[in-house]
């Protein structure tokens, strides 16, 4: 096995598949970069749960391989189609991720409001890799409008990031913690209210 360490990046600069060569701070490698984070941090909440939860740290891990489909489209992308050696990401694995938000949505109470992120450890280790994921999402956005990105990915991490919320709210409920709701404004109280994706309301309540 090579060494760990080739000194080709020294004055940061990477290669690309196919061997192109760029700054390490382009859009390519910002995403890639992401979805790398956001793979690691994947990994710290496998670890986190799997004496309590094995099957879905056995969920998450296939989730884990995934995006390291996602991160070699990504270093493909400046590539034509029929130049990238790639498997695709199969679309049976965004149905999967829906499918298991359906499931543990049937478990959870309705959502009327924003939530606190929080609660025990493992499901505020959720919330905080939605965050991330979220954010992985808006550079493949980006690197999209340069290159074509097989929309796929962008669905997938769309889901992924929506499964995270989930899942935290679930283990929440599973560990018997609440997901805190209201906001304190000006001394008072005040609930959320979620309208539609983009609306929200703010109904006081009392102390």
Known sequence: MPKIYTKTGDKGETSLLGGKRVRKCCLEMEAIGEVDELNSLLGMLVEEIIEDFLREAKRLLDIQRQLFVVGAHLAGAQMSKSSRPLTNLPTYKLTHLKKWIDAMEKDLPRLKNFIIPGGCEEAALCFYIRAVCRRAERRVVGLS??????????????????????????INKKM????????????????????????????????
């Open 176 to 207: 018997g913690k609440k997901n805190p709701s209201p906001c304190r404004r000006g001394g008072g109280i005040f609930y959320i209210t979620l309208l539609s994706p983009e609306t929200c309301i703010l109904t006081p309540r009392d102390k």
């Open 145 to 170: 409008e340069k290159y074509a990105v097989d929309p796929i990915i962008k669905q997938y991490l769309n889901r992924l990031s929506d499964l995270l919320f989930v899942l935290g709210r679930w």
